[in-house]
């Protein structure tokens, strides 16, 4: 059964960056055959797709987002990584962390709320 | 890009069937087969009702049901039950490449 957990700070300041990983367990990331998405939801709102990578560093972003995000993945740690630069209070959102074949997301995180606040 | 259009609620009684749709363009729900449904209850996770358009992972009821036509799919679901009440989304592969999802529908459950 794989498993995904969201790791990072709750609260980032205005034109900081929002850093956040990704622990998977349970499956490997270096098996191949799924990319490994994040995924955001405003409050009360819908879904975000944000991107994913394969394990082999391949990656595919948002266009709307395409510019702030960047998506790492570290195989030896079993954790893949967010970066999203240049944030707004409109970046406050439900942060998830997800296992996908494209547009089959199989496998959530828990979920981890991040502030943007000063 | 922009969000798949889905209406913003639908209701049904119990044992009745309802259907939601989801609307995109040809370069997403009309291009691929790679329409998903997600099922969503408060404070949770999504999770995985429909994929690749009418196929249901293990453990779904098969109440549940995908199809497409053209640029719009639609999820149907019969016999409806009281857990059923909770908020859908809908997603697509599209040309970026990239996923779009559908802005949600909330079923209430009479």
């Known amino acids: 059964q794989v498993q995904l957990q969201e790791s990072g700070p709750g609260l980032v300041k205005p034109s900081q960056t929002l850093s956040l990983t990704c622990t998977v367990s349970?499956?490997?990331?270096?098996?191949?055959?799924?990319?490994w998405s994040w995924i955001r939801q405003h409050p009360g709102k819908g879904l975000e797709w944000i991107g994913y990578?394969?394990?082999?560093?391949?990656?595919y972003y948002n266009p709307s987002l395409k510019s702030r995000v960047t998506i790492s993945v570290d195989t030896s740690k079993n954790q893949f990584s967010l970066k999203l630069s240049s944030v707004t209070a409109a970046d406050t959102a439900v942060y998830y962390c997800?296992?996908?074949?494209?547009?089959?997301?199989?496998?959530w995180g828990q979920g981890t709320l991040v502030t943007v606040s000063s | 890009q922009s969000a798949l259009t889905q209406p913003a609620s639908v209701s049904g009684s119990p044992g009745q069937s309802i259907t939601i749709s989801c609307t995109g363009t040809?370069?997403?729900?009309?291009?691929?087969?790679?329409v998903s449904w997600y099922q969503q209850h408060p404070g949770k996770a999504p999770k995985l009702m429909i994929y690749?358009?009418?196929n249901r992972p293990s453990g779904v009821p098969d109440r549940f049901s995908g199809s497409k036509s053209g640029n719009t799919a639609s999820l149907t679901i019969s016999g409806l039950q009281a857990e059923d009440e909770a908020d859908y989304y809908c997603?697509?592969?599209?040309?970026?490449?990239?996923?779009?999802f559908g802005g949600g529908t909330k079923l209430t459950v009479l």
């Open positions: 997800a296992r996908e074949r494209p547009a089959v997301v199989d496998y």
């Open positions: 349970g499956g490997s990331i270096s098996s191949g055959g799924y990319y």
């Open positions: 990578i394969y394990y082999s560093g391949s990656t």
């Open positions: 040809s370069s997403d729900v009309g291009g691929y087969n790679y």
């Open positions: 690749e358009v009418s």
């Open positions: 997603s697509s592969y599209t040309s970026s490449p990239s996923v779009v």
